[in-house]
């Protein structure tokens, strides 16, 4: 499976932002990671498809939403209040595998970057104050 972004760019603090990911085939989840400069890469939010359910990092929940439509194999993550440690470089991520769990779980399990397979080239998001 291949991972395209698109999106992202510059904004003012408080501004909103749009990334997307396509992949070029079927998966059971999709999420985004970022890194800020000197920082390690983090989870920012996830989609599990079966479910339609999502999971947020605290930091961004409110303000950040993930959607996507599983027939176009497509996520997007809308950025809205953005903040200037919202800076990264934001990479989509895809899982093919579809563990059975409960919410907490899979809470657990989406936040942990070894569990995808599949990335994206990353795109940049740089929010200045």
């Known amino acids: 499976v291949q991972l395209v972004e698109s999106g992202g760019g510059l904004v003012q603090a408080g501004g909103s932002l749009r990334v997307s990911c396509t992949a070029s085939g079927r998966t059971a989840a999709m999420g985004w990671f970022r890194r800020a400069p000197g920082k390690e890469r983090e989870f920012v939010a996830a989609?599990?498809?079966?479910?339609?359910?999502?999971y947020y990092r605290d930091s961004v929940k409110g303000r950040f939403t993930i959607s996507g439509d599983i027939a176009q194999n497509t996520v997007r993550l809308e950025m809205n209040s953005l903040k200037p440690e919202d800076t990264a470089v934001y990479y989509c991520?895809?899982?093919?595998?579809?563990?059975?769990?409960?919410?907490?779980?899979?809470?657990?399990?989406?936040?942990?970057?070894?569990?995808?397979?599949?990335w994206g080239q990353g795109t940049q998001v740089t929010v200045s104050s």
């Open positions: 989609i599990k498809w079966s479910s339609g359910n999502t």
């Open positions: 991520a895809a899982d093919l595998k579809s563990p059975v769990g409960t919410y907490g779980y899979y809470l657990d399990y989406y936040h942990t970057e070894g569990n995808y397979g599949y």
